[in-house]
């Protein structure tokens, strides 16, 4: 009974460090992966809003510039086209 009940003090001396290593390890592993998991979809997010932001802004500001250019082209101002179009419409 004596060798029974040291060999099982010896396997538990052994299995509390290996155990608690375990759970330690375990732990720290799903910290470090939550933790990286939050900052690639931070950063995804903000580079995908950022870019979606230059895009809307790129388009809007090149349409507008594109229909200002081809009202000044025509040599008639935004303006004096809606004028044109009022005196036009009026019997």
Do not use: A, C, D
């Not at 025509?74 to 004096?80: D, K, N, P, V």
Request: hydrophobic share 45%; no cysteine.
């Amino acid at each position: 009974l004596g060798i029974f009940i040291r060999k099982m003090i010896s396997v538990f001396r052994h299995l509390v460090p290996s155990v608690f290593r375990h759970l330690v390890t375990s732990v720290f592993r799903h910290l470090v992966t939550s933790v990286f998991r939050q900052l690639v979809t931070s950063v995804f997010r903000h580079l995908v809003t950022s870019v979606f932001r230059r895009l809307v802004t790129s388009v809007l500001f090149t349409s507008w510039t594109e229909i200002t250019r081809f009202y000044s082209y025509q040599g008639t101002s935004w303006l004096s086209l809606q004028g044109e179009l009022l005196h036009q419409s009026l019997p």
